[in-house]
């Protein structure tokens, strides 16, 4: 079937880089996004990758490989306030079905 | 804009009562999603529109959940009777764009349900 799966936890330490990956079972989607939802508040948007390779946005990076069905979130210069839960999602081209993933916990050590 | 308004932020509720909760997508969004968010079974897409149609309700859990979505400003989801397992977080999110691609999702606060 159509899956996203993500580590569930993932423990780093302030100031370090951390990689999120998000390996999928499907194909056919528009491209892989990323959302981060802190504890009690709401899923916010961080990037989105149409196209194969790199997408940078400050601290933040996001990659897609569609030949590999893997994509990842690569945060940098850790801080305290990344703790959160991160999600990847697709939109798929046959039925314009949305995919999460389950989401990876993100705990940042001092 | 003031973003994406869900109503109520909690509702405590008996089980086998009707619930209904309200959401304001963000003006100009053709698109509106409602999500459900338990510790158990994580994020889930419940339902979304487009231009107020119906695009995907396959994740809506059974009978007992519909959702409506009369003009292009507010949408709501009904529980039809209430179950204890209902509880969780719902949120309503709302995006603008083709049908042909992805579009960044702005997410509400979220309801808080619970169900005694």
């Known amino acids: 079937g159509q899956s996203l799966e993500q580590p569930s936890e993932v423990t780093a330490v302030e100031g370090a880089i951390v990689q999120i990956n998000c390996t999928y079972q499907t194909s056919g989607f528009y491209g892989l996004s990323w959302y981060q939802q802190h504890d009690g508040g709401a899923p916010t948007f961080l990037s989105y990758?149409?196209l194969d390779g790199l997408e940078e946005t400050g601290r933040f990076s996001s990659f897609l490989s569609r030949s590999d069905s893997y994509g990842y979130l690569l945060l940098q210069e850790l801080q305290m306030k990344d703790s959160a839960s991160y999600f990847c999602?697709?939109?798929?081209?046959?039925?314009?079905?949305?995919?999460w993933g389950a989401g990876t916990k993100l705990i940042i050590k001092p | 804009d003031a973003g994406v308004i869900q109503s109520p932020r909690h509702e405590v509720t008996e089980m086998g009562q009707e619930v209904t909760l309200r959401c304001k997508p963000i003006s100009g969004h053709d698109y509106l999603f409602w999500y459900r968010q338990t510790m158990m079974r994580g994020l889930e897409l419940l339902i979304y529109?487009?231009?107020?149609?119906?695009?995907?309700d396959s994740g809506m859990p059974e009978d007992r959940f519909s959702a409506k979505m009369p003009n292009a400003s507010f949408s709501t989801l009904k529980i039809q009777p209430s179950e204890p397992r209902d509880s969780a977080v719902y949120f309503c999110?709302?995006?603008?764009?083709?049908?042909?691609?992805?579009?960044?999702?702005?997410f509400g606060p979220g309801t808080r349900l619970t169900v005694l």
């Open positions: 999110a709302s995006s603008s764009g083709g049908l042909s691609s992805y579009n960044e999702q702005f």
């Open positions: 999602a697709v939109k798929m081209r046959s039925n314009y079905q949305l995919i």
């Open positions: 990758n149409a």
């Open positions: 529109f487009n231009n107020n149609v119906p695009i995907d």
